[in-house]
């Protein structure tokens, strides 16, 4: 039934959230250990907890917009925007976007690749939230990061399903308020 929604007092702890994240070995390729969430995403109470963990922290931020970094940030951004009440401004590769906009390249742990936003998509002055599903080597929030500055958003907080702490790459996000859900 729609709007019901499964009990959450079993979900008391990030570590229960964290058990549901799997371990696929030498994916996407040889060598790196992709961690998948999609079990948790599609557990309801897990997922909801999950949504409401981030967006607890930014409730009192004023927050206009929520950068979803395609795709999983997609699946995260969207909700918690939804639950600070700001719109959702949506980040994706070359091609995807339908009108005028500005591109950022970065490099992945496993390669290189480059995000596009909108022209139009953040106004001088909006108070905005950048929401992906995982920090790794920051790359990938350092292009949507230069995105945001280049339009002039002000940048409130970097919020994550997943930290890869190995990786270190909070370090490249210093003086960006930064939060992880999950470490590993």
Request: glycine residues 10%.
């Amino acid at each position: 039934m729609p709007g019901n929604f499964p009990q959450e007092n079993s979900i008391r702890t990030v570590n229960d959230l964290k058990e549901k994240i799997r371990d696929i070995p030498d994916f996407p390729q040889k060598g790196v250990l992709f961690k998948d969430i999609t079990p948790l995403l599609k557990d309801p109470a897990c997922y909801r907890r999950a949504v409401e963990l981030i967006a607890s922290r930014y409730r009192d931020q004023n927050i206009d917009l929520v950068v979803g970094v395609e795709a999983r940030g997609f699946i995260l951004g969207a909700p918690v925007a939804y639950d600070l009440g700001a719109g959702i401004v949506p980040v994706r590769k070359p091609g995807k976007l339908p009108y005028r906009t500005l591109k950022a390249s970065y490099q992945l742990e496993y390669g290189t690749d480059d995000l596009e936003v909108h022209q139009d998509a953040v106004q001088p002055g909006d108070r905005v939230l950048i929401v992906d599903d995982l920090l790794a080597t920051g790359g990938t929030v350092g292009a949507v990061i230069s995105l945001v500055e280049q339009l002039e958003g002000k940048i409130i907080g970097v919020a994550f399903l997943v930290e890869l702490t190995f990786f270190e790459g909070r370090k490249k996000l210093c003086g960006y308020e930064t939060f992880s859900l999950i470490q590993f």
